[in-house]
T-cell receptor
Framework: DGGITQSPKYLFRKEGQNVTLSCEQN?????MYWYRQDPGQGLRLIYY???????QKGDIAEGYSVSREKKESFPLTVTSAQKNPTAFYLC???????????FGPGTRLTVT | AQSVSQHNHHVILSEAASLELGCNYS??????LFWYVQYPGQHLQLLLK??????LVKGIKGFEAEFIKSKFSFNLRKPSVQWSDTAEYFC????????????FGKGTKLSVKP
């Protein structure tokens, strides 16, 4: 089954802790993306990577970090510097920049 | 900077009613346009897309959208909604020749009453 997997589905953390969200795809896509979804805000781009070992900041990168060591994997770390980390995080990938993006099921992060 | 506006935050319809969700974008160049849908508890998935050609595009589940270049609009329509269309709908735009990043609207929540 081809697709994007994100784990875990729900994640709970205490304030001040870093947390890493997993995103894996077996679609052989070059480009991968991380979005944050908040109620009434749509999807906002955090980071994206168009090729292995390279990534760029999106619109709301502050307090987040990523790595892209393998084509299939694009983990997102939510650091303690992120002021409002509680949100729904979506990972996506595409083989065609500017074309359709395929989305994972998302991880709902709650920080208390 | 590019932006996408979706006019309605929450739309409530009865089954069999017609649907039109508005989407306007701000970008003067050539664009690719998308509508995505997020059913409760499910992945965000593509409803339809427009790259070029016939400005009236048909998608899955009886949805269609019309690209009107002069109005910078890409409104989503369905002649007769069903309870199963209850979901959140997102319009997205990509400026051709850019990094390929999608700009999403804030979404419209559709509730269909049985």
């Amino acid at each position: 089954d081809g697709g994007i997997t994100q784990s875990p589905k729900y994640l709970f953390r205490k304030e001040g802790q870093n947390v890493t969200l997993s995103c894996e795809q077996n679609l052989n896509h070059d480009a991968m993306y991380w979005y944050r979804q908040d109620p009434g805000q749509g999807l906002r781009l955090i980071y994206y990577s168009q090729i292995v070992n390279d990534f760029q900041k999106g619109d709301i990168a502050e307090g987040y970090s990523v790595s892209r060591e393998k084509k299939e994997s694009f983990p997102l770390t939510v650091t303690s510097a992120q002021k409002n980390p509680t949100a729904f995080y979506l990972c996506a990938s595409t083989s065609d920049r500017g074309g359709e993006q395929y989305f994972g099921p998302g991880t709902r992060l709650t920080v208390t | 900077a590019q932006s996408v506006s979706q006019h309605n935050h929450h739309v409530i319809l009865s089954e069999a009613a017609s649907l039109e969700l508005g989407c306007n974008y701000s970008y003067g160049g050539t664009v690719n346009l998308f509508w995505y849908v997020q059913y409760p508890g499910q992945h965000l998935q593509l409803l339809l897309k427009y790259f070029s050609g016939d400005p009236l595009v048909k998608g899955i589940k009886g949805f269609e959208a019309e690209f009107i270049k002069s109005k910078f609009s890409f409104n989503l329509r369905k002649p007769s909604v069903q309870w199963s269309d209850t979901a959140e709908y997102f319009c997205a735009v990509n400026a051709r020749g850019s990094q390929g990043n999608l700009i999403f609207g804030k979404g419209t929540k559709l509730s269909v009453k049985p």
